[in-house]
């Protein structure tokens, strides 16, 4: 079956480290995207990338880096920079265009600073 | 970034209500979509509108997209408790991509 895969599912780092969360799909969508939600939150909009070695930032890029090496694979760095880095990450996907988009999410990872 | 305007915030009802929320936009959008999101789960895709007045059903769920492309509204006749969670609005505008448009979220609490 075709799908989007996030892992690990909870993730616990120190303060000062950087920490890779990876997205993986065989949907064969062209675009990914990476959001963050805090609880009793919507989604804000990290980082997305069109094509495989480009990616745009989002809403709150600061503190976090991405790579798109592979069609199928969006992983997302958490960097020590991030101020407030404990939070719920969703990845998704998409095909870029055409009438009939939408998104769809991997089950997320929720990264806690200890 | 932009975020959709998405009403109520909150609804906590009894087993057995309908239910009903709704998103609006200052821009015209020619997609909307809705999301439910199960706690500690990523969203999952409940209905899609693709045309301006389009009214569409899956199961006990209705959307419809507004007549003037700026609104859309999702009703849950007969809620159960399975219905508990984050329902999200999305919409697409006109153009050559895909990038979605979130809105806040509306909570939705049933108790038995």
């Known amino acids: 079956d075709g799908g989007i895969t996030q892992s690990p599912k909870y993730l616990f780092r120190k303060e000062g480290q950087n920490v890779t969360l990876s997205c993986e799909q065989n949907l064969n969508h062209d675009a990914m995207y990476w959001y963050r939600q805090d609880p009793g939150q919507g989604l804000r909009l990290i980082y997305y990338?069109?094509?495989?070695?480009?990616?745009q930032k989002g809403d709150i890029a600061e503190g976090y880096s991405v790579s798109r090496e592979k069609k199928e694979s969006f992983p997302l760095t958490v960097t020590s920079a991030q101020k407030n880095p404990t939070a719920f990450y969703l990845c998704?996907?998409?095909?870029?265009?055409?009438?009939?988009?939408?998104?769809?999410f991997g089950s997320g990872t929720r990264l806690t600073v200890v | 970034g932009q975020q959709l305007n998405q009403s109520p915030q909150s609804m906590f009802i009894q087993e057995g209500e309908d239910v009903s929320m709704n998103c609006t936009s200052s821009s015209i959008f020619n997609t909307w979509l809705w999301y439910k999101q199960d706690p500690g789960e990523g969203p999952v895709l409940l209905i899609a509108?693709?045309?301006?007045?389009e009214l569409t059903s899956n199961g006990r769920l209705t959307a419809q997209f507004g007549i003037t492309r700026k609104d859309s509204f999702l009703n849950i006749s007969a809620s159960i408790p399975s219905d508990v969670g984050i329902y999200f609005c999305?919409?697409?505008?006109?153009?050559?991509?895909?990038?979605?448009?979130f809105g806040t979220g509306t909570l939705l609490a049933v108790q038995p």
């Open positions: 999305a919409g697409q505008s006109s153009g050559a991509t895909n990038k979605l448009i």
């Open positions: 998704a996907s998409s095909i870029w265009t055409g009438l009939r988009g939408g998104y769809t």
């Open positions: 990338s069109q094509i495989v070695n480009d990616f």
């Open positions: 509108l693709y045309k301006a007045g």
